[in-house]
């Protein structure tokens, strides 16, 4: 059986002969984790002390704190549904087309100026499902209870909804209304008579693009979260001001009335769209 024996009482000349003769011994102690372990190791490359004293520790520098990253501030929630007014000098310039030599050409843009986009086809419902129908004959604009043979013909009663684009934030889309009557065209403005703003349609083609403010021009917007299927339209020279129908002389009119409140719910002023008299949107 091998034995093992105490080399703590041995003599110089009995101890074993090391390893490794020139490394230091502190070396060969097993370094441990952590801050203890670097300072073993700092003490090991330490120029050697005298025999018999504690060799001297090397201090570390302290650690620079850390600057503190600045952050842009925070963005401000906008009120939804508020209407941004942007004057044309934050929109004076818009790129029109991309040269061969690969510059941007420009043009002057007007304020609040509209590009037609696209043209769809639709029936107009108040909320007694009359249909709205235009008479250029009588000058008025009426929601009526029609027969099949009338809704087939369309005469009066299918409008062109045509969408724009705008170079100023709105509230809402901008749309233009026109109606085709046999075999000319009326669009739908807004004008001035005896101190009232009053709906007329006047024979002509709505134009492709406006460069300016236009009495042709409304803010289509949903009726309420609720009803998305139903839509009020704002006229875009006067805030607060909507589409709607009253009665007069046994007619629902079509006329623009004032809300104290743009959130105000008004029944005559909600107008639902549909493909056809019978399919709604």
């Known amino acids: ?32 984790r952590g801050r203890s ?71 002057e843009l007007e304020c609040d100026a509209f590009f037609k986009e696209k043209t769809i086809k639709r029936f107009f419902r108040n909320v007694n499902s009359q249909l709205l129908v235009v008479r250029p004959d009588l000058n008025v604009a009426a929601f009526e209870d029609v027969t099949d043979q009338e809704v087939k013909s369309g005469s009066g009663m299918y409008f062109d909804i045509h969408c724009y684009k705008t170079t100023a934030p709105s509230a809402g889309m901008p749309v233009a209304f026109s109606v085709q009557i046999e ?13 009232k703003m009053v709906v007329r349609f006047r024979e002509g083609e709505v134009p492709k693009d406006i460069p300016g403010e236009s009495n042709i021009i409304f803010f289509k917007k949903t009726f309420t979260s609720c009803s998305s299927k139903a839509f009020k339209f704002e006229y875009s020279l006067e805030q607060g001001m909507f589409l709607a129908f009253e009665e007069e002389d046994s007619l629902r009119k079509l006329i623009l009335k004032k809300l104290p409140r743009e959130d105000e719910v008004d029944e005559t002023t909600k107008f639902v769209t549909s493909y056809n008299e019978r399919h709604n949107l």
């Not at 009995?14 to 003769?21: N, R, T, V, Y």
């Not at 065209?185 to 008579?193: F, H, I, N, V």
């Open 1 to 32: 059986m091998q034995t093992y024996t105490d080399t703590a009482g041995m003599s110089p000349a009995a101890c074993p002969p090391l390893l490794f003769p020139d490394a230091d011994a502190t070396r060969l102690k097993s370094p441990s």
């Open 37 to 107: 372990a670097r300072r073993r190791g700092v003490q090991a490359e330490a120029p050697s002390a005298a025999p018999g004293t504690r060799p001297a520790l090397r201090r570390l520098p302290p650690r620079r704190p850390r600057r503190p990253v600045a952050r842009p501030p925070a963005p401000r929630p906008s009120r939804r549904g508020a209407r941004v007014k942007m004057s044309c000098e934050e929109i004076a310039v818009c790129a029109v087309r991309l040269r061969e030599n690969l510059c941007l050409y420009f043009e």
């Open 183 to 195: 075999d000319k065209s009326y669009y739908m403005c807004c004008e001035k008579e005896h101190g």
